[in-house]
């Protein structure tokens, strides 16, 4: 069952074209273009402008850029990544897209790394699953911060968006035909108290990022409890494939891992760097062609696999080897990663980086196109929150930030041309929220049943979990109880959807339907019935 917020007294009220929820690299893409076409943008943040996920993405944007590489082959690695559940239209257009991306964001002032031997072109590097040095980063392994510092430049001098700090969007305005026309929003105060009101706009965007917070271990910020999901789904939007969601296999390991933790850069590995077991032996030879750059999923379930081997019990972590690697090379190209690994009292120029998987980027959201249209008539989804089709099972790396700039920039440009035409706002429904005190207990069942390797015993026990989460007791609403609440529909979608896919594809792992099954070539999409999701499937066309 998913719960609903409780209705709460409405206590101001703002109004534009088009609110934008979200300031990560999507959110502020689609103000920016929104508002160079003349329309009023509220952008409304739950935290400060820069606390989103942008501002941590040590890798970079997947573009092609040079005559050694090719568009083909950047479509091939992601649909080989994506484990045959890529729309492949919308993976052209985002590889052909991507180099002009990075070039807007050059022409708005992001100083990438540039590599004097390709005539002080920019410098390109290697992750996984990519078949050639495309990734383009900045400050060596700080490519989130200079994207985010460039967009955040650029908004805060764009006059035509009114930033909105501290306010976390709660539910969907719709009117009399189910079209959006705005958002219930809450100013957040001292201790998570909230001060409720409305937000009126001709359109609704979305742009929320990630889910990781519903993990008990996660790159991903604090921010990241999943509240665009709940919300879209409230509101009545088809939502598909929540079970795809993807562990990086490298984060900083520590033993009290508990929720945000570091990243430890893929970069390291596209620049030589390799998986080692306790005694030092290799863990990716042999297991795919590409060894320590083999996609995501296929090195996570590796590592897991080994650790499970290990002897004595299951191992606790691996390590990343990058001893090879020099110290000139480690700090001129990853001095984030050096310094997060010194601060923990490890030094990677002469000492492997203990490293475990880690709940990192979900492959699925709302289902959406390119330019953010959803099943809702004046509701967008772009960036992480959504699904375009270009991830499939399991998201190419560099990939994301290339999206979220360009879905973006198009829904922007697509409602600066024309905007949905609403009605009035509808009454709406309140309900039984959760109690926030259960949010650790979810999260540890959620990991524990539902994180890389899954089963249906495991996950049927996560279900009858989640309905038995005992409700708030209470109208009152602060931001403990959305974010609970939030995470715990989170917790519902993943959870469902994983038992619904009864096979292994990308980065959703059975351990009792092993292997892809051809009768699964499909999407598992979803939508609210009453307070229960309805669930349905769709064949995908081949994207090979």
Not at 330 to 338: A, G, I, M, Y
Request: aromatic letters at 2%; glycine letters at 12%.
């Amino acid at each position: 069952m998913v719960r609903r917020l409780p209705q709460a007294s409405l206590e101001w009220e703002r109004q534009g074209d088009v609110v934008v929820i979200g300031a990560g690299a999507a959110g502020l893409s689609t103000a920016l273009a929104a508002a160079a076409s003349g329309r009023s943008v509220l952008l409304l943040c739950k935290g400060s402008l820069s606390s989103g996920a942008t501002t941590m993405a040590q890798g970079g944007l997947a573009a092609v850029l040079y005559a050694d590489d090719s568009l083909d082959l950047h479509v091939r690695d992601t649909v080989m990544a994506g484990a045959g559940l890529c729309d492949a239209e919308a993976v052209r257009r985002l590889v052909g897209a991507a180099p002009a991306e990075v070039a807007r964001l050059r022409a708005l002032g992001a100083a990438f790394d540039v590599d004097p031997e390709r005539g002080s072109g920019l410098a390109v590097t290697r992750e996984g699953g990519h078949s050639r040095d495309r990734v383009v980063h900045a400050g060596g392994d700080a490519t989130g911060a200079e994207i985010d510092r460039t967009l955040v430049a650029a908004v805060r001098s764009e006059q035509r968006v009114q930033v909105l700090e501290h306010v976390i969007a709660l539910d969907a305005l719709l009117d009399l035909s189910g079209a959006a026309v705005g958002v219930t929003a809450a100013r957040v105060g001292a201790g998570g108290r909230l001060a409720c009101g409305v937000v009126l706009a001709r359109a609704v965007v979305l742009a929320t990022g990630g889910i990781g917070q519903a993990w008990s271990t996660t790159t991903n910020p604090a921010g990241a409890t999943g509240d665009g999901l709940g919300l879209a789904l409230r509101a009545g939007a088809q939502l598909r494939d929540m079970e795809f969601v993807q562990f990086h296999p490298t984060v900083l390991w520590r033993p009290d891992m508990l929720g945000r933790q570091p990243l430890v850069s893929e970069a390291l590995r596209g620049e030589g760097a390799v998986l080692v077991d306790a005694t030092g032996r290799r863990v990716m030879l042999g297991a795919h062609p590409l060894a320590d750059l083999a996609p995501r999923d296929i090195v996570a379930a590796t590592m897991h696999e080994r650790m499970a081997e290990a002897p004595g019990g299951v191992s606790t972590h691996l390590h990343l080897d990058a001893t090879m690697l020099g110290r000139d090379l480690l700090e001129h190209r990853f001095p984030t990663v050096l310094a997060t690994c010194r601060a923990a009292g490890i030094d990677p120029v002469r000492e492997p980086i203990p490293v475990a998987p880690g709940a990192h980027y979900s492959c699925g959201g709302v289902t959406a196109d390119l330019q953010g249209r959803t099943s809702v008539t004046g509701l967008f989804a772009v960036g992480e929150v959504a699904s375009t089709g270009v991830h499939g099972a399991n998201r190419l790396a560099s990939n994301s930030v290339t999206e979220a700039l360009f879905a973006g920039r198009e829904a922007g440009e697509l409602l600066g041309a024309r905007l949905p035409s609403g009605g009035e706002p509808a009454a709406t429904a309140g309900g039984g929220a959760v109690l926030p005190s259960s949010r650790s207990a979810t999260a540890l069942a959620t990991s524990r049943e539902a994180g890389l390797v899954r089963s249906g015993d495991g996950l049927g026990r996560l279900t009858a979990y989640l309905e038995g989460v005992p409700d708030a007791g209470t109208d009152e609403l602060t931001l403990q109880v959305v974010e609970a609440t939030a995470l715990h529909t989170v917790s519902t979608l993943v959870a469902v959807a994983a038992l619904t896919r009864r096979e292994s594809r990308g980065c959703h792992r059975r351990q009792d339907a092993p292997g892809r099954q051809p009768q699964w070539l499909q999407h598992v999409t979803m939508h609210l019935d009453v307070d229960r999701i309805h669930i349905d499937t769709h064949p995908q066309e081949s994207a090979a």
